[in-house]
Structure formats: structure tokens, C-alpha cells
């Protein structure tokens, strides 16, 4: 009984981290991937520990299943974190990274701010924090 139940965990857990959508930190990664499949690129900058409508963000629209379901066949995610609390810092190198990142696309440091790119990395459009639903932030997404 015991194995049973943990061998349907872990078919449990491996099918759940097959459907989710997984957010790139390297943005030559998420270029190939983009271009590989055809898709644009979601670019977030978020202040992970400090930021509040970040973490609204994460949990009312990111964390849907909504999003999460149209995310998975037309987007490539990338996040740029910049976090405050020591207990989160980035390595050295993902700092450098998110902040090039910064410099081309997020010159204001508007946190959140969600950049839609093309697969080639031209910028389409930005939006920030909406109190909406995922159906209606997807509708924002898409209209860049």
C-alpha cells in the first residue's frame, strides 16, 4: 500500500511539472525557444520579496490556471527578479543579466512591468499590475 501511494505521487507530481509552463531567467534561452516554436516572448520585471503588485500579479494571474494552459502552447515566459531580501539574492551573473535587461526594456524601473517581445526580441507592447481576470489580462497580452 505504502508504494502504491508513493509511486501515484510521483506520477502525480512528474505529470503536474509536464504541464507547467516554465519561466526562463536566460534571455538567449528564451529567444531560441521563441524562435523555435514561433511564439512571443512574456518578459516580467518583478521585485519577488518587496514588490506588492508583483505578487499580485504572480498569484491572481501568473499562478491561474487560465494563464497557465494558453501560456504553455503561445508564449515563452522570462522573468528578470530583482529582489531585495538577502535570503533571495541572484547569483552575480543573473544580476547582470536582468539588469541589461533593464537597461533596454526597462529604463523607468517600473515594477511590475510585463514587456511582450517578438520572437526576435523587438519589444511589442508593456502593461503592468491590472485588477483583472487572466481571461482579460490574455486579451492585453494578445493586443500587442
Same mark, same amino acid.
Given at each position: 500500500?505504502?508504494?502504491?501511494?508513493?509511486?501515484?505521487?510521483?506520477?502525480?507530481?512528474? =505529470?503536474?511539472? &509536464?504541464? $507547467?509552463?516554465?519561466?526562463?531567467?536566460?534571455?538567449?534561452?528564451?529567444? *531560441?525557444?521563441?524562435? !523555435?516554436? +514561433?511564439?512571443?516572448?512574456?518578459?516580467?520585471?518583478?521585485?519577488?520579496?518587496?514588490?506588492?503588485?508583483?505578487?499580485?500579479?504572480?498569484?491572481?494571474?501568473?499562478?491561474?490556471?487560465?494563464?497557465?494552459?494558453?501560456?504553455?502552447?503561445? =508564449?515563452?515566459? &522570462?522573468? $528578470?527578479?530583482?529582489?531585495?531580501?538577502?535570503?533571495?539574492?541572484?547569483? *552575480?551573473?543573473?544580476? !547582470?543579466? +536582468?539588469?541589461?535587461?533593464?537597461?533596454?526594456?526597462?529604463?523607468?524601473?517600473?515594477?511590475?512591468?510585463?514587456?511582450?517581445?517578438?520572437?526576435?526580441?523587438?519589444?511589442?507592447?508593456?502593461?503592468?499590475?491590472?485588477?483583472?481576470?487572466?481571461?482579460?489580462? &490574455?486579451?492585453?497580452?494578445?493586443?500587442?
Amino acid at each position: 500500500m505504502k508504494k502504491l501511494i508513493i509511486t501515484s505521487s510521483l506520477i502525480l507530481f512528474a =505529470f503536474i511539472n &509536464l504541464n $507547467a509552463q516554465e519561466w526562463h531567467t536566460d534571455f538567449s534561452e528564451a529567444k *531560441k525557444q521563441a524562435t !523555435k516554436n +514561433n511564439q512571443k516572448i512574456i518578459l516580467v520585471f518583478q521585485g519577488s520579496d518587496w514588490c506588492a503588485p508583483c505578487m499580485k500579479l504572480e498569484n491572481e494571474i501568473w499562478s491561474s490556471k487560465v494563464f497557465k494552459t494558453y501560456a504553455k502552447d503561445n =508564449f515563452v515566459l &522570462l522573468k $528578470a527578479d530583482f529582489p531585495r531580501r538577502r535570503k533571495n539574492k541572484l547569483s *552575480k551573473e543573473q544580476q !547582470k543579466k +536582468n539588469g541589461a535587461l533593464a537597461e533596454k526594456y526597462n529604463e523607468k524601473g517600473i515594477f511590475p512591468l510585463v514587456v511582450v517581445l517578438d520572437k526576435n526580441g523587438k519589444s511589442l507592447g508593456a502593461t503592468s499590475y491590472k485588477k483583472t481576470t487572466p481571461e482579460a489580462y &490574455l486579451k492585453i497580452l494578445n493586443s500587442f
